[in-house]
């Protein structure tokens, strides 16, 4: 069964497919002879990205309204530790998707700016399969192993 629900800047994704990505975006396929980033692929993928951050906006909300509606003062303090573990879990997981609402929201501006889909380190196309996988990625698969390595190496993060 299909639904398509609307996304601000009138985006539309796809749900419940049998063939939709992890966010109910179809994953692009480029006809033969397509133009590397061309305007159907800029498109694509601004739509997974607005998808993203849509799932991690209300995933953000949800924990808030979770918060408000669990928050209880119990007299056992055994159980007030718990309650108080179980939140701040959930607010580092919300930091972190809080990290990467912003990695999004630089993303949709590369893309803006037409320099979405090429690496920041060599300027060589990263690849649609790659982008797929990792929308946010801003380098290629070659220079991204390399800092992987060297970050292994000097134990840095370049």
């Not at 949800?62 to 669990?70: A, G, P, R, V």
Request: glycine fraction near 6%.
């Amino acid at each position: 069964m299909l639904k398509s629900t609307k996304l601000s800047k009138n985006k539309k994704i796809v749900k419940e497919s049998a063939t939709s990505g992890p966010l109910g975006v179809v994953p692009y396929q480029p006809k033969k002879g397509e133009e590397y980033m061309s305007s159907k692929q800029l498109k694509h993928f601004e739509d997974i990205l607005y998808a993203w951050k849509n799932q991690l906006m209300m995933g953000a909300d949800q924990t808030l309204s979770n918060m408000k509606d669990e928050a209880a003062n119990y007299p056992d303090p055994i159980d007030r530790a718990s309650q108080e573990e179980e939140f701040s879990l959930e607010l580092r997981a919300r930091d972190r998707e809080r990290k990467l609402l912003k990695k999004i929201d630089e993303t949709l501006d590369r893309i803006k700016e037409n320099n979405y889909g090429y690496c920041d380190v060599c300027g060589a196309e990263i690849g649609i399969k790659r982008l797929e996988a990792r929308p946010t990625a801003t380098q290629c698969i070659e220079c991204k192993t390399i800092a992987e390595i060297h970050e292994k190496q000097v134990g840095e993060i370049s």
